[in-house]
């Protein structure tokens, strides 16, 4: 219990000190100024627009994917393919960017094929249309494995019972996963929009120009270019109100359904056998392969034919992936030591009489970042550490912070469901024992949650060291990370050196990922 204080205590202070800082530094928030400007209310627009088109394209597509994976449960490859979509969730965002570029830019895959068939090349990629393709490359796989588990919660008896009564796909669609999908979508349809309205690498690098600018890249031309602390920190609160405000407005939507009943058999889906069906699931998932694999393979691809033994050889890069490692570990520690104490601080709290609105308001405090950006955090870090945030280990030291905080309603995710199962299962026998403390944590707890805790801080610590928001913040010629350099390189036409970034910095992301989901989960996950 003092330790799930202790977490919440942390939370608190870092993410209440920085929004303290920010108002605090404001000497006006000339926020009506701000809706009265043209170009701001266009900025706002566009965010709000980019952000929609993304969560619609996303979501729209992996509903189809989400049922093609869950009716073609059995065809081979199945599972690798389903390993295949964590990809994008632990690749790092300037990364894709340079994998899309790569693919669909002026000089890319799709210009070349067009070429070879005598077409004109197209040049539409920087702006909105690159935007779309870099948030459906990150949220198409998201919204597939946020909504297949809607189709694994539907009992084998259900189906069952609809091959019994000769249900049509149509009529299983409206009768049985519509239903089930109205209860799943507007939750997963609000982490995609507010992933998309906060998107920062991706606006930036594909963004092309001031007329598609988001709040969060006008952000961080205020802070970082203007000087600009009262534009800043207004805009920082603009966003954060815009994020609440779609988030309660979202938990809103959502409808609740009674759980159903059954027996735990196999799910057998009559409908899978039908040769529309089998080529329908076919197309989807080869849809949602086309769309992941090429920016991928274009980073593997340019990176390995690149200068590999100059840019290996640079020290600016060796320094840069060790900063990037230091900052992935430390983050990764940190946003799983705090996910573990609020977990455990929630089952405390839920086995109190009365109580159970505090465990609610503990997880809305670890998950309070989901609704402020990196940027936001970062803003008022800066404020806090105005005097000393040019020495490269504040630096450093506040963007694995800021990382770590932006990880955490993630891990949140992954770590308190199994905090609270193991409790369930071996509160009343450790109890029984008289086993607490250590020794429930070496003797039960461990075992149980080990798996949970390697996936989690793989994700943590390959998402903190591929970000680009706070390091871009912060960082400086003394704390250049590898998305940094990746993003100067890119941004000096360095493109050859970029490829072989991009593919250590992919490299270096997924090895963290796999290392301690391996090494503490002791196998892969599903």
Same mark, same amino acid.
């Given at each position: 219990?003092?330790?799930?204080?202790?977490?919440?205590?942390?939370?608190?202070?870092?993410?209440?000190?920085?929004?303290?800082?920010? &108002?605090? @530094?404001?000497?006006?928030?000339?926020?009506?100024?701000?809706?009265?400007?043209?170009? &701001?209310?266009?900025?706002?627009?566009?965010?709000?627009?980019?952000?929609?088109?993304?969560?619609?394209?996303?979501?729209?597509?992996?509903?189809?994917?989400?049922?093609?994976?869950?009716?073609?449960?059995?065809?081979?490859?199945?599972?690798?393919?389903?390993?295949?979509?964590?990809?994008?969730?632990?690749?790092?965002?300037?990364?894709?960017?340079?994998?899309?570029?790569?693919?669909?830019?002026?000089?890319?895959?799709?210009?070349?094929?067009?070429?070879?068939?005598?077409?004109?090349?197209?040049?539409?990629?920087?702006?909105?249309?690159?935007?779309?393709?870099?948030?459906?490359?990150?949220?198409?796989?998201?919204?597939?494995?946020?909504?297949?588990?809607?189709?694994?919660?539907?009992?084998?008896?259900?189906?069952?019972?609809?091959?019994?009564?000769?249900?049509?796909?149509?009529?299983?669609?409206?009768?049985?996963?519509?239903?089930?999908?109205?209860?799943?979508?507007?939750?997963?349809?609000?982490?995609?929009?507010?992933?998309?309205?906060?998107?920062?690498?991706?606006?930036?690098?594909?963004?092309?120009?001031?007329?598609?600018?988001?709040?969060?890249?006008?952000?961080?031309?205020?802070?970082?270019?203007?000087?600009?602390?009262?534009?800043?920190?207004?805009? @920082?609160?603009?966003?954060?109100?815009?994020?609440?405000?779609?988030?309660?407005?979202?938990?809103?939507?959502?409808?609740?359904?009674?759980?159903?009943?059954?027996?735990?058999?196999?799910?057998?889906?009559?409908?899978?056998?039908?040769?529309?069906?089998?080529?329908?699931?076919?197309?989807?998932?080869?849809?949602?392969?086309?769309?992941?694999?090429?920016?991928?393979?274009?980073?593997?691809?340019?990176?390995?034919?690149?200068?590999?033994?100059?840019?290996?050889?640079?020290?600016?890069?060796?320094?840069?992936?060790?900063?990037?490692?230091?900052?992935?570990?430390?983050?990764?520690?940190?946003?799983?030591?705090?996910?573990?104490?609020?977990?455990?601080?929630?089952?405390? &709290?839920?086995?109190?009489?009365?109580?159970?609105?505090?465990?609610? @308001?503990?997880?809305?405090?670890?998950?309070?970042?989901?609704?402020?950006?990196?940027?936001?955090?970062?803003?008022?870090?800066?404020?806090?550490?105005?005097?000393?945030?040019?020495?490269?280990?504040?630096?450093?030291?506040?963007?694995?912070?800021?990382?770590?905080?932006?990880?955490?309603?993630?891990?949140?995710?992954?770590?308190?469901?199994?905090?609270?199962?193991?409790?369930?299962?071996?509160?009343?026998?450790?109890?029984?024992?008289?086993?607490?403390?250590?020794?429930?944590?070496?003797?039960?707890?461990?075992?149980?949650?080990?798996?949970?805790?390697?996936?989690?801080?793989?994700?943590?610590?390959?998402?903190?060291?591929?970000?680009?928001?706070?390091?871009?913040?912060?960082?400086?010629?003394?704390?250049?990370?590898?998305?940094?350099?990746?993003?100067?390189?890119?941004?000096?036409?360095?493109?050859?050196?970029?490829?072989?970034?991009?593919?250590?910095?992919?490299?270096?992301?997924?090895?963290?990922?796999?290392?301690?989901?391996?090494?503490?989960?002791?196998? @892969?996950?599903?």
């Amino acid at each position: 219990m003092p330790l799930g204080f202790l977490a919440l205590a942390i939370v608190l202070l870092l993410v209440g000190g920085a929004l303290a800082a920010l &108002l605090a @530094a404001a000497t006006t928030l000339p926020v009506a100024s701000l809706l009265a400007d043209s170009y &701001l209310r266009h900025v706002i627009g566009f965010t709000l627009w980019q952000a929609a088109l993304s969560t619609a394209l996303s979501v729209g597509l992996a509903i189809p994917v989400a049922r093609a994976f869950a009716r073609q449960s059995r065809f081979p490859g199945r599972d690798w393919l389903l390993r295949l979509f964590l990809l994008p969730m632990v690749t790092p965002v300037i990364v894709a960017v340079f994998g899309i570029v790569a693919v669909y830019g002026t000089a890319g895959w799709v210009n070349s094929l067009l070429a070879a068939f005598g077409l004109a090349p197209q040049s539409h990629l920087y702006g909105l249309p690159g935007i779309l393709i870099a948030h459906v490359f990150f949220n198409l796989p998201l919204a597939v494995r946020l909504l297949l588990g809607a189709w694994d919660a539907v009992p084998g008896e259900t189906w069952r019972l609809a091959a019994q009564l000769g249900m049509r796909p149509g009529v299983i669609f409206r009768v049985i996963e519509w239903p089930m999908l109205r209860e799943r979508l507007p939750g997963a349809a609000l982490i995609v929009f507010l992933l998309c309205f906060m998107s920062f690498a991706a606006v930036l690098g594909l963004g092309g120009g001031p007329a598609a600018t988001t709040l969060e890249v006008a952000m961080y031309q205020a802070l970082r270019f203007d000087f600009d602390l009262d534009r800043a920190v207004a805009l @920082a609160l603009l966003q954060v109100l815009f994020c609440a405000t779609i988030a309660l407005f979202a938990r809103r939507l959502a409808v609740a359904l009674p759980a159903a009943g059954g027996q735990g058999r196999p799910i057998e889906r009559d409908d899978r056998d039908r040769l529309s069906a089998r080529l329908g699931d076919g197309a989807c998932i080869l849809l949602a392969c086309v769309v992941l694999l090429p920016p991928l393979v274009a980073v593997l691809i340019d990176g390995l034919t690149g200068p590999v033994v100059g840019a290996v050889s640079d020290p600016a890069l060796g320094a840069a992936m060790l900063r990037s490692l230091g900052i992935g570990l430390a983050a990764g520690l940190l946003a799983t030591m705090l996910a573990l104490g609020l977990g455990q601080l929630m089952r405390r &709290l839920r086995r109190m009489p009365g109580l159970a609105w505090a465990a609610a @308001a503990v997880e809305l405090a670890g998950m309070a970042t989901v609704v402020i950006s990196p940027l936001v955090l970062g803003t008022g870090f800066f404020l806090l550490l105005r005097g000393a945030s040019g020495t490269a280990p504040v630096a450093l030291a506040a963007i694995a912070t800021i990382n770590g905080l932006m990880a955490l309603p993630y891990v949140l995710r992954i770590l308190a469901p199994a905090v609270l199962a193991a409790a369930d299962r071996h509160d009343r026998l450790c109890a029984a024992l008289g086993v607490a403390g250590w020794n429930r944590w070496r003797i039960v707890d461990w075992p149980t949650l080990k798996r949970s805790i390697g996936v989690a801080l793989g994700f943590a610590a390959a998402f903190s060291a591929g970000d680009l928001g706070a390091a871009a913040l912060f960082g400086g010629s003394e704390a250049t990370t590898l998305p940094l350099l990746l993003f100067q390189q890119l941004g000096a036409y360095r493109v050859d050196q970029a490829a072989v970034t991009a593919l250590l910095l992919l490299l270096t992301s997924l090895g963290l990922f796999a290392l301690f989901e391996r090494v503490i989960g002791g196998h @892969a996950a599903d």
